[in-house]
Nanobody, 126 residues
Framework: QVQLVESGGGLVQTGGSLRLSCVVS????????MGWFRQGPGKEREFVAA????????YDANSVKGRSTISRDNAKNTVYLQMNSLKPEDTAIYFC???????????????????WGQGTQVSVSP
């Protein structure tokens, strides 16, 4: 059974930083691209960042470009999202997900991810 468990969310002030983590079990982690998505209040789930299997290629949404860094540690089955200069509009539940097919490249399309974590809340106060 594939499981993803996020952690690291919390309440921060504008301009603060958070590092989100997602631990994956039940799948050969290093075979799959990973992604981070978020869903704000009353909004659809949107792409934040993605990383390929070996961490050599990453993609960021325009909304977080320059403020976030996605990375992974295949030895720890963990993907990270470092977020800096946080803004109130970053407030959302953040989800990690695994790409649905092994060896495929990272993607911003949420329909191409098959397993999702339960999410971790990030709240940014003005």
């Amino acid at each position: 059974q594939v499981q993803l468990v996020e952690s690291g969310g919390g309440l921060v002030q504008t301009g603060g930083s958070l590092r989100l983590s997602c631990v994956v079990s039940g799948r050969t982690f290093s075979n799959y691209a990973m992604g981070w998505f978020r869903q704000g209040p009353g909004k659809e789930r949107e792409f934040v960042a993605a990383i390929n299997r070996n961490g050599g290629t990453t993609y960021d949404a325009n909304s977080v470009k320059g403020r976030s860094t996605i990375s992974r540690d295949n030895a720890k089955n963990t993907v990270y999202l470092q977020m800096n200069s946080l803004k109130p509009e970053d407030t959302a539940i953040y989800f990690c997900a695994t790409r649905g097919k092994a060896y495929y490249s990272a993607s911003s399309n949420r329909d191409e991810y098959d397993y999702w974590g339960q999410g971790t809340q990030v709240s940014v106060s003005p």
